[in-house]
């Protein structure tokens, strides 16, 4: 599993409130949705910087890989705990294993540019670069594949009943995390419609003039969002008290009820 991936599985877990008898292991506030920065390598504030304004994840643009390697293991070595990607339009299998062996954490890539070969890394956490609008069929085929994310990267607002309609769609039909770009200044109501909609991930442009600015906000705008709204399709469970001693098993069950949900609905 890929650093990005585990971040989502926290940011979308749905707690309920404890039952029965006992000490409780409490547990600090997981926000629920990452924020991402996105943009080449050559024109982004330094990894540091950007991990001490509460960025989750960053995604480099890399369009040639092979050229620009040294640049993104430079990256990935400064971003410290913070997981970096890389977006390829057309990555070979030998970018990929490069990129995997430089320590980038996830791949962004064109479906339909990028070679079947080239995403047999087990490794690497994949993202899947979706511009169109796809069919029903499309999203449920997606079954087989194991993505972290769909990063619609041409996506913009405002964010309209109907689009949010759009968005929930997709997620609940593919049932993958939803990546959408966003200017620097949303406001906390327009985070949570997101989210509602299956939105995992936030992204901005870190090259756009005032960014770097209001990326403080824009944490404290998502850090402030109440719990995710349990919804019809998703199972409700309790959550038991545990000692620490057994917390290691619970996040065991915990993965395997994110896999679960992210296995496309069928009907019956």
């Not at 607002?157 to 929930?168: A, K, N, S």
């Not at 069950?253 to 949900?261: A, I, V």
Request: charged residues 30%; proline residues 7%; negative net charge.
């Amino acid at each position: 599993m890929s650093k990005l991936a585990e971040k989502i599985r926290r940011a979308m877990r749905l707690e309920s409130a404890p039952i029965g008898f006992g000490p409780v292991v409490s547990r600090a506030p997981i926000p629920s949705l990452l924020l991402m920065v996105h943009g080449p390598a050559s024109r982004l504030r330094p990894p540091g910087d950007l991990a001490s304004r509460g960025v989750d994840a960053i995604l480099l643009s890399a369009a040639n890989p092979e050229a620009e390697m040294g640049e993104v293991a430079r990256w990935v070595k400064d971003a410290g705990d913070v997981p970096c990607g890389a977006q390829a339009l057309a990555p070979t299998a030998a970018e990929v294993a490069s990129l995997k062996e430089a320590g980038v954490d996830f791949l962004a890539f064109d479906p339909e540019a990028t070679n079947a070969e080239a995403l047999l890394e087990k490794e690497m956490g994949y993202v899947l670069a979706l511009s169109s609008e796809p069919s029903d069929s499309f999203l449920r085929a997606m079954e087989g594949f194991f993505l972290d994310g769909l990063w619609l990267y041409d996506w913009q607002g405002p964010l309209t009943v109907r689009r949010q309609v759009e968005l929930r769609r997709l997620y609940v039909l593919s049932r993958i995390p939803l990546f959408v770009p966003v200017s620097a200044d949303i406001g906390p109501a327009e985070l949570r419609c997101l989210r509602d909609a299956g939105v995992a991930a936030v992204a901005v442009d870190g090259t756009e003039a005032g960014t770097w600015e209001r990326l403080a906000a824009l944490r404290q705008a998502i850090d402030g969002l109440p719990p995710r709204v349990r919804r019809r399709e998703e199972r409700l469970e309790a959550v038991l008290p545990q000692t620490r001693e057994v917390i290691s098993e619970a996040e065991e069950e915990e993965e395997e009820e994110y896999r679960l949900r992210q296995r496309p609905m069928t009907l019956t």
